[in-house]
């Protein structure tokens, strides 16, 4: 671990950032059904000509952490560090699904593919394939909006901060996550599913669009008790001068 206290913060919690986006990623091929996991009836809802229930994508469980960990990184190392961070992660995402589809490219072992049919899985290649080779257009609206997301997440933290000093650690960190989760939502299923061969209709984007960030909107109030207990812990870890270092560099850069 190295010497430098403020160093080895930004590896354990760029560490934490990478890998909590890269696992949400990956998992988001499952949709899971909220009221079900709760053993609740199906609420059934009605926006913009459209009906469903509370289906998500198993990635929303992280990407709520994800911004969360912004928002600490932000406090402490500025723009710098979440951008550094952001492309980063941005790249390592990339890298990890080049390699899943080479891996989905090998040819498979004869005993391996029916190797879980008493599970009901037939055919283990297809099922590695579906799971790990997510579309292009849902991997391209994740990573741009992502992206996005970040970077407007930096922009509105800074400018609170300026406009507050250092009151109000929830406005500045809660409330650039409720904005940039507001992009991020309906960026990724335009892209994914608007622009995507799915072609989604206009009613359709905006209604999934919209219970999804609701959705985010609760997990980021809900985490807010988070930032003020990692920021104790922090503030414990570095020590009260150090850590008012790093912060009057964060908000200068």
Not at 13 to 28: D, M, Q, R, S, W
């Given at each position: 671990?190295?010497n430098?206290?403020?160093?080895?913060?930004?590896?354990?919690?760029?560490?934490?950032?990478?890998?909590?986006?890269?696992?949400?990623?990956?998992?988001?091929?499952?949709?899971?059904?909220?009221?079900?996991?709760?053993?609740?009836?199906?609420?059934?809802?009605?926006?913009?000509?459209?009906?469903?229930?509370?289906?998500?994508?198993?990635?929303?469980?992280?990407?709520?952490?994800?911004?969360?960990?912004?928002?600490i990184?932000?406090?402490?190392f500025?723009?710098?560090?979440?951008?550094?961070?952001?492309?980063?992660?941005?790249?390592?995402?990339?890298?990890?699904?080049?390699?899943?589809?080479?891996?989905?490219?090998?040819?498979?072992?004869?005993?391996?593919?029916?190797?879980?049919?008493?599970?009901?899985?037939?055919?283990?290649?297809?099922?590695?394939?579906?799971?790990?080779?997510?579309?292009?257009?849902?991997?391209?609206?994740?990573?741009?909006?992502?992206?996005?997301?970040?970077?407007?997440?930096?922009?509105?933290?800074?400018?609170?901060?300026?406009?507050?000093?250092?009151r109000?650690?929830?406005?500045?960190?809660?409330?650039s996550?409720?904005?940039?989760?507001?992009?991020?939502?309906?960026?990724?299923?335009?892209?994914?599913?608007?622009?995507g061969?799915?072609?989604?209709?206009?009613?359709?984007?905006?209604?999934?669009?919209t219970?999804?960030?609701?959705?985010?909107?609760?997990?980021?109030?809900?985490?807010?008790?988070?930032?003020?207990?990692?920021?104790?812990?922090?503030?414990?870890?570095?020590?009260?001068?150090?850590?008012?270092?790093?912060?009057?560099?964060?908000?200068?850069?």
């Amino acid at each position: 671990m190295p010497n430098d206290r403020p160093t080895a913060l930004f590896v354990v919690l760029g560490g934490f950032f990478v890998c909590n986006a890269l696992i949400a990623e990956f998992i988001g091929i499952k949709i899971f059904a909220l009221e079900g996991t709760f053993g609740l009836e199906p609420l059934n809802w009605s926006l913009f000509g459209e009906e469903g229930s509370l289906n998500f994508t198993a990635g929303v469980l992280l990407w709520p952490v994800v911004f969360v960990m912004t928002d600490i990184i932000n406090e402490y190392f500025g723009r710098r560090g979440v951008r550094f961070i952001s492309y980063l992660t941005v790249a390592l995402i990339v890298y990890a699904f080049f390699f899943a589809y080479v891996a989905i490219a090998l040819a498979p072992a004869d005993w391996w593919v029916g190797i879980s049919n008493e599970r009901g899985v037939p055919d283990m290649q297809a099922a590695f394939a579906v799971i790990f080779g997510q579309g292009m257009w849902t991997i391209a609206g994740s990573v741009v909006a992502f992206l996005i997301g970040q970077l407007i997440d930096v922009a509105v933290f800074h400018r609170v901060r300026r406009l507050t000093g250092e009151r109000f650690i929830w406005l500045r960190a809660t409330g650039s996550t409720l904005v940039s989760q507001l992009v991020d939502s309906f960026v990724v299923l335009y892209i994914a599913f608007v622009l995507g061969p799915q072609q989604w209709p206009l009613s359709l984007f905006l209604a999934v669009g919209t219970v999804n960030y609701l959705y985010k909107f609760g997990a980021a109030v809900a985490l807010t008790p988070v930032i003020y207990f990692a920021r104790s812990r922090i503030e414990r870890f570095l020590g009260p001068a150090r850590a008012a270092e790093l912060k009057v560099r964060a908000a200068a850069g």
